[in-house]
């Protein structure tokens, strides 16, 4: 068993501004980011895609003392693409202590930024991040 969309090609896809994902074939469900097996119907037959990159900002948080490889404050948001995945993400050109509760409903694009490697890593990463319309 492979994995269809291994870390390493979403990655080199964001990359090339492209959001790749997955489609089951069996539900029709779409997955992002990739996983090995269907969340829905644990199937395995699924499909590479590219997505759109866009969607709505369901929820947010603030996070004043962030991880290694960020600085803060650091505005994270969970949203939902225009396909249906749920992703995280870091929101960009904004003054994380501006945004209001009107971030909740406001439309986003995702970029990515890069993580470099520490001392806890595997090696070089990718966070998603959204810059809202």
């Given at each position: 068993?492979?994995?269809k969309?291994?870390?390493?090609?979403?990655?080199d896809?964001?990359?090339?501004?492209?959001?790749?994902g997955?489609?089951?074939?069996?539900?029709?469900?779409?997955?992002?980011?990739?996983?090995?097996?269907?969340?829905?119907?644990?199937?395995?037959?699924?499909?590479?895609?590219?997505?759109?990159?866009k969607?709505?900002?369901?929820?947010f948080?603030?996070?004043?003392?962030?991880?290694?490889?960020?600085?803060?404050?650091?505005?994270?948001?969970t949203?939902?693409?225009?396909?249906?995945?749920?992703?995280?993400?870091n929101?960009e050109?904004?003054?994380?202590?501006?945004?209001?509760?009107?971030?909740?409903g406001?439309?986003?694009?995702?970029?990515?930024?890069?993580?470099?490697a520490?001392?806890?890593?595997?090696?070089?990463?990718?966070?998603?991040?959204?810059?809202l319309a």
């Open positions: 068993m492979e994995y969309l291994t870390y390493n090609a979403y990655r896809g964001l990359k090339e501004g492209k959001l790749l997955l489609k089951c074939n069996q539900c029709r469900t779409f997955i992002c980011p990739p996983r090995k097996v269907c969340p829905e119907c644990q199937s395995e037959n699924m499909d590479i895609i590219e997505l759109s990159g969607g709505e900002i369901l929820t948080t603030v996070i004043y003392v962030p991880p290694k490889g960020f600085e803060g404050p650091l505005a994270v948001a949203g939902k693409l225009d396909e249906g995945p749920w992703v995280v993400g929101i050109g904004v003054d994380p202590k501006s945004l209001t509760m009107d971030t909740i406001r439309r986003f694009t995702v970029g990515y930024k890069e993580i470099p520490d001392d806890i890593s595997g090696g070089e990463r990718v966070a998603l991040t959204f810059k």
